[in-house]
Each structure stands twice: as C-alpha cells, then as structure tokens.
C-alpha cells in the first residue's frame, strides 16, 4: 500500500490512520533531522548525475540481470556465476576485486577517509539444483526464469550502482565494499556472509543486503532458525526373513509423534515460533528393513530464547522416540545421530538505530511506505552481533519465489536502485 502525502484528501486521512489502527502498530517515521540530511543528500549534483545514468543504463542492467540469471548459481555450486560477476563487477571500475577463500565475491570502492567499511551485498546462490533449465523467457514486460528475482536481480542492482558511481564521479567517505554473498539459500546456513564476520576478520561498520520484496522493505529483525539432520540407523535385512529386526523407519515414526505432539504444545502460545519436518528419506527397497531412516527439521523463532527452548524440545523428544521404540520387543536396537545443518541466529535493531532511519528517511523521500520486518537473510549475522545491518527491496514486480515459474517484471525498477544508491551513500558519506 502506498501512501501520497502531496495533496491528501480528509477520506484518505481516515484510510490511512484506519490502516494503522488495524494494523496494530504505526508506520515506522524518521526524525526530522534524518528526513533533512536525506533530502539534501539527493540534491547534491553527484547524486542526481548517479540517478540520471541509473535511468540511462537501464536496458545495460536488465541484459546484466538476463545474462547472470542464466549461469547456474546452485547451492554449494556458485563457482561459475561468481567468475562471471567478478569480471562484470571489475569491468565498471572497481578499485580492486578477489574472490575470498568461501567463494564470495568483494569489489572494493576506496573511500576518500577509508575510515569506516560499509557492505552492500546481494546473494550469488539459488535453491535450483544443477541442471535446471534458466534460460530466460519473456512474455510481453514479463521476464521469467528460476532465480531471475531471488536475488539475480540484486547482483543486477550492485553492477548498476557501481557504474554510476564511477561515471558521476561520486566518491564515498567510507570504504564500499560491493558484496555477491555465497550460501545464503537453504543448507548454505549463511556460510559466505558468516565468513566476513568470523574471528579476526576485517571489521565491518555496516551491511546493506539486498534481496526480496518491493521497495519500501526495511528488514531490521533476523528471523533465527536451527535446522538438524536425525538420523536413524539400524543392522537392516529382509522384510520377511528378518522380520522383527529395530526399523529405523519406524523409530522415525515414533521420533515425528513424539516432536510434532510436544511442539505443538509449546508453540501454540508465546511469540511466534516453528516448526517443520522438510524432508524425509531412506530405505533401498520395498522389501528391505532399511538400514538408516534420515528426516530433516527446521524450528524458527522471534526470539533467541524460544529457539533454544524448542531446540530442547526436539532433541528431548528424539531420544524419548527411540528409546520407547527400543523398549518394544524388536531385536537389536536403533542408534540416534543428530546433526547440526543451519544455525542462524535471532536478533533485532531499534528503529533508532541511525542506518534504519536513514533507510526510512530515504524509502519515505522516494515516495514509498517503508516496512519495518523481520526476516532470515544474510543480515541475521550481523545484526545478532549488533553491526548496523539492513535488508531492503529489489524493486519492480515479481512473484514465484522458488519456483520453477519465477518472474519479474521492471516497472520503475530503477527508483529501488537510486533508493539503494542513496541509502549505502547516506552510510557511508559523501567523500571530500
């Protein structure tokens, strides 16, 4: 929903103060001073010089979009696109590019006080696994392709900032590092952005993601989940002739009624909390008591400590399972593994935090209705560790997610990368 404070009628007054009645909580303002500095900030003629060349390479961004779309980035597998992307990223100016030790990407824009290192980041990664067809196929304005939204289009959104960054002559105060994240989807746990905040690692003042939704989106809440592997494992034989032998598929049973019977009892009340078994497999045929039984969970959570709380509650609930199905009669026994496979943490930024205002200052002063959320992005780790951290919009339309049928579509596409222009330079300040 947009607002337009330009000429607002009394019926559009009761709309809106509707709305956030409804909604329960108050759209999220900047201070006056924020809303100033951003206002003056755009009309520097650097600025407006970066805006008109955005609107100018438009076409040069959405071939950059279709070209990038079309190397597979799967999970684990980002090698090939993050070659390409790096020349693409060296091609517009940078002052330095590499590609670190986990597979990321860094394009490295010299700031004029190289004082502090402010992040702008979009993931390499899809969830597509190797040989999905994403070729790019347009119908009328409408681009499709696995991946072409989440978050090509982001990596998209970098190369054009950075081009008019270097054809305006706009200079940060800060260091800006041009980020294309590895492993931010599914089993990648965050691993390429984990990486730029391991022990030791150069510090890093602020991080500007940008993946998903509308212009507007201002993600200063991680969304935490913890993610296990249970497998379980047996002798396994013949369905007939060693029938009454320990079954992992059936500890396996015992081990989801246990879970989804305790869990349910917890999260029914408090803050949001969740749980879902994903996938299940195993087995070698169906006349064969299977050898290991495997599920995987995800538990997500608004809070840290409810997190480990359900946490608790699925190892407790796995072990009750198998010793219960052990104590049944059968011959042998099931042995329980639980592996750990994703583990992002909770946290949240006030809304005083100085970069959420300015990114609510800039999305309001671009004419749209900035969104306060939470969400499980690459802005998680940063976040939980109290680094001023942000996710925001790619812009223009889309829809299909995950899904084979992906699309987007540019209408004023280019206002979510000025919008970005203007929030990383509001970070970082105009060089001298």
Known sequence: MKFSFVRVYPMLLVMVFSFM???????????????????????????QNAYAVIDEIDNQTTADLIRLTEIEAPP????????????MLEDTGMDKTWIDEVGNVIGLKIGTNRNRVVVLDAHLDTVFPEGTDVSVKKKGDTLFAPGIGDDTRGLAMLLAIAKAMKKAELKASADIWFVATVGEEGLGDLRGVKHFFRKGAPKIDSWIAIDGGSAGRVNNAGLGSTRYKAVFKGKGGHSWGAFGLANPHHAL??????????????????????????????????????????????MRSVDATRLLKIDSIFKSSMHAAVAEYNATGIKDKIVLELIKIGDRPSGELSETTPLVQRAIAATTFFGETPRLTRGSTNGNIPIALGIPAITIGRGGKGGGAHSLGEWWMNTDGTKAIKLALLITMAEAGLGN
């Open 21 to 47: 009645h409804i909604s329960g909580q108050e759209l999220p303002t900047a201070e006056k001073s924020y809303a100033k500095a951003i206002k003056k900030l755009s009309a520097n003629t650097q600025i």
């Open 253 to 298: 049973g015992y081990a989801i009624t246990h879970f989804t019977k305790e869990a349910k009892k917890y999260t029914d009340q408090g803050p949001k909390t969740s749980f879902n078994i994903g996938r299940i497999g195993g087995g070698t045929s169906v006349n064969s008591i299977p050898f290991e039984s495997w599920m995987e969970v995800d």
């Open 76 to 87: 684990f597998m980002e090698t090939k696109r993050a070659i390409a992307f790096r020349a």
